[in-house]
Every structure is written in structure tokens, then in C-alpha cells.
């Protein structure tokens, strides 16, 4: 299973709004709706933001949204701000029962 | 408040094999799968194993298929991941995490526990 493609780096201005993108095939992201989106600061363990495409775990800020079209799903953060500065990771569910993770994207806060 | 605490971790030569547990505290373990994801140094996540809450079902990625071994021991509240036949590539950060929903999204990690394979 390859992991899913994520942008190598994305960056923005407080208060700008910026989307990651995460593309896989017909047999992952495209195929179910079991996306996750995890945020991880420097030597410190992931953080579940999403789940099951646009779902936010209670506790997590409403700036953070996700949808997904076709193979490809996104994470959209709204009014940046520099505690958002970190790597962000999805993940889908498979059709052979395993779980795929994309390459990771930083997001620096300008 | 909920806790999973990782240990276990180490250095360990090519070939070798290592244990590793993650104590759960503050839910019902049980009633929840649990997973193990790794990170190699500088890299990003990868997914190693799943399983159940009742233990029966279990899950790997190709990568470990065959070495390694997931359990647990819901009387006592805690996961093991045994590693076989280990290889330099599986030199990462060992994180567990609360495994919730089907199919599981992974809602609390554990700090983790780091796997050094080198002689």
C-alpha cells in the first residue's frame, strides 16, 4: 500500500486561511469515508483533528475543517495562528483492512 | 484522565527481537481497539498493527506481516507489540493509540517509545 500524497510543505500569514491536500486512489481516500487528519508539534506524539472526513473530536478548534472530493481529501485551517505551526498528517482506511498515512505536510506560520 | 505510557523500547542488534507494552489508565481498554504506529527518525507515520478490543481480530501492514505480533491483556489494561527478525528499517518511535469507531480512527496517542536496530 503506498502512502497517500500529501505536499511536502504549505505556509501562511495569521489569520489566512490555508487547505492541505491528501490524494490516494479508488482503494483508500476514494473509497471510504474514513480520512483522518493529525497534527504533531516537534517531539511530541500526533493529535487526532479529524476523522471519518470532517469530523472534529470534541476539544478541537472550529478553525480546523476537512471535506474530500473523488481520491483526494483536504484539511482547512482558518485564521492561522502561529500555534498551528507544526506537521499535519492524513490517513485512510483501506480496502485490504490496513491503514495508509500520507508523507506528512509542514505548515509554517509566517 | 486518560494515559497510555509506551516502554519497552531500546537498542537491539539486526535480527533480534524486543517486547513492547503500552499501559492504558483512565478507560475501559476493553471496549476499544488499539493500534501501534511507528515514526523513523525524521520520517513520517506509518501504520504497523491493529487489534480488536476483544483481541481476536488482528491487523498488519506488509512491512511486519509475519515478525511481529500484536496482543493485549485487557485484565491487566495493556497492549504488546512483539518484534521478531528486527531490521535496521524498523528503527522508529513506537506510538500506541486508542483505537475508536469501525473502521478504528486513532483518537489518543501515547508519547511513545523509541526502537534503535543496529549492531
Known amino acids: 500500500q503506498s502512502a497517500l500524497t500529501q505536499p511536502a510543505s504549505v505556509s501562511g500569514s495569521p489569520g489566512q486561511s490555508i487547505t492541505i491536500s491528501c490524494t490516494g486512489t479508488n482503494s483508500d481516500v476514494g473509497g471510504y469515508n474514513y480520512v483522518s487528519w493529525f497534527q504533531q508539534h516537534p517531539g511530541k506524539a500526533p493529535k487526532l483533528m479529524i476523522y471519518?472526513?470532517?469530523n472534529r473530536p470534541s476539544g478541537v478548534s472550529n478553525r480546523f475543517s476537512a471535506s474530500k472530493s473523488g481520491n483526494t481529501a483536504s484539511l482547512t485551517i482558518s485564521g492561522l495562528q502561529a500555534e498551528d505551526e507544526a506537521d499535519y498528517y492524513c490517513s485512510s482506511y483501506t480496502s485490504i483492512s490496513t491503514w495508509v498515512f500520507g508523507g506528512g505536510t509542514k505548515l509554517t506560520v509566517l | 484522565e486518560m494515559q497510555l505510557v509506551e516502554s519497552g523500547g531500546g537498542l537491539v542488534q539486526p535480527g533480534g527481537s524486543l517486547r513492547l507494552s503500552c499501559a492504558a489508565s483512565?478507560?475501559?481498554?476493553?471496549?476499544?481497539?488499539m493500534t501501534w504506529v511507528r515514526q523513523a527518525p525524521g520520517k513520517g507515520l506509518e501504520w504497523v498493527s491493529s487489534i480488536s478490543g476483544g483481541g481476536r481480530a488482528t491487523y498488519y501492514a506488509d512491512s511486519v506481516k509475519g515478525r511481529f505480533t500484536i496482543s493485549r491483556d485487557n485484565t491487566k489494561n495493556t497492549l504488546y507489540l512483539q518484534m521478531n527478525s528486527l531490521r535496521a528499517e524498523d528503527t522508529a518511535v513506537y506510538y500506541c493509540?486508542?483505537?475508536?469507531?469501525?473502521?478504528?480512527?486513532?483518537?489518543?496517542w501515547g508519547q511513545g517509545t523509541l526502537v534503535t536496530v543496529s549492531s
Open positions: 483512565g478507560f475501559t481498554s476493553s471496549g476499544y481497539g
Open positions: 493509540a486508542k483505537s475508536s469507531g469501525w473502521p478504528f480512527y486513532f483518537d489518543y
Open positions: 471519518d472526513v470532517s
